[in-house]
């Protein structure tokens, strides 16, 4: 295997995923001192995986909402362990003990296998709970929510695109504040996503009475998938639900759109359930699947 570990180079050295948040559009949107590129490449293929280096763990990627080890081309166990070998004789000279990954739910493909991690010494450090809606069958939506739905379309509430991100940003980040929350991506990074990946970001919101009242950015990962990327609501509307009527109206567009999948993202912290999250995305006709945190030791 020819192994290489890359540090503070181009990102266009990474290019080998079809998901957005390894491409190299938005790999260039973060400081590429910041991370790490591990590649080891093989007849058949390549497998990779980006760190970032954290007192003493080699953790996956952390501006994407999941980083593990992912292969292009072909790859077997035997490789991936020749792969791990080298990746920690690597980490231990620069005194990283401790791998870390965010494993990916079963929606994205690419990505080793779970019965590789555990093969290779992979321990579970928690579940989170990961819902999508599966867009190639009709969503049952509960019985609650399709009146709240009703109701609010009745009472005048409608759903437009948003093409302005900075107004979005600010939009979201008063809705964050209002629950004592921080936005996870800065105004600045966010306009530059959008600016360079314009195909891969739309922004949309609920309005009453030409007043935004709730709002989402939507990132396009892949041909298959779109995710339920930055949702936020006014507090004085929420009794008005209108993230049902913009999670309804979305999961209509994107199935029309030929999307295989709208990721809705997780609904845990670190292992444990936020149960009105969860039971609302269940009401809109949510399935649930694992995006499970591992870690390595050695």
Request: glycine share 6%.
């Amino acid at each position: 295997m020819n192994f290489q570990v890359l540090a503070n180079t181009k990102v266009s050295d990474i290019r080998a995923s079809d998901l957005l948040f390894y491409s190299e559009e938005y790999l260039a949107s973060h400081n590429s001192q910041d991370f790490f590129i591990a590649k080891g490449s093989i007849d058949t293929g390549t497998i990779h995986f980006i760190f970032e280096k954290d007192e003493g763990i080699a953790r996956s990627f952390s501006n994407a909402p999941f980083g593990s080890f992912w292969i292009s081309g072909t790859a077997n166990l035997g490789h991936f362990k020749n792969f791990l070998d080298n990746l920690q004789d690597y980490l231990g000279d620069i005194g990283c003990h401790t791998i870390r990954i965010v494993h990916p739910p079963v929606l994205y493909a690419g990505f080793v296998p779970l019965d590789w991690l555990d093969a290779s010494g992979f321990q579970k450090v928690f579940d989170d709970d990961n819902q999508f809606i599966d867009l190639s069958i009709d969503a049952v939506l509960h019985d609650m929510e399709s009146r709240k739905i009703r109701k609010g379309i009745q009472q005048g509430l409608e759903v437009q695109e948003v093409k302005d991100f900075k107004k979005l940003h600010r939009f979201l980040n008063e809705c964050r504040q209002s629950q004592s929350l921080e936005i996870n991506i800065s105004e600045a990074t966010l306009l530059q996503q959008v600016n360079s990946m314009p195909d891969h970001y739309e922004g949309y919101a609920v309005y009453k009475n030409d007043q935004m009242i709730s709002a989402v950015v939507i990132t396009i990962v892949s041909q298959k998938v779109a995710y339920y990327y930055l949702p936020g609501t006014l507090p004085d509307f929420k009794k008005l639900s209108p993230m049902a009527i913009l999670v309804s109206y979305l999961t209509e567009k994107y199935k029309y759109q030929g999307f295989k999948v709208f990721d809705l993202g997780v609904s845990s912290k670190q292992g444990k359930r936020q149960e009105g999250l969860f039971a609302f995305k269940r009401h809109m006709g949510a399935e649930s699947t694992k995006r499970t945190t591992f870690n390595l030791q050695f």
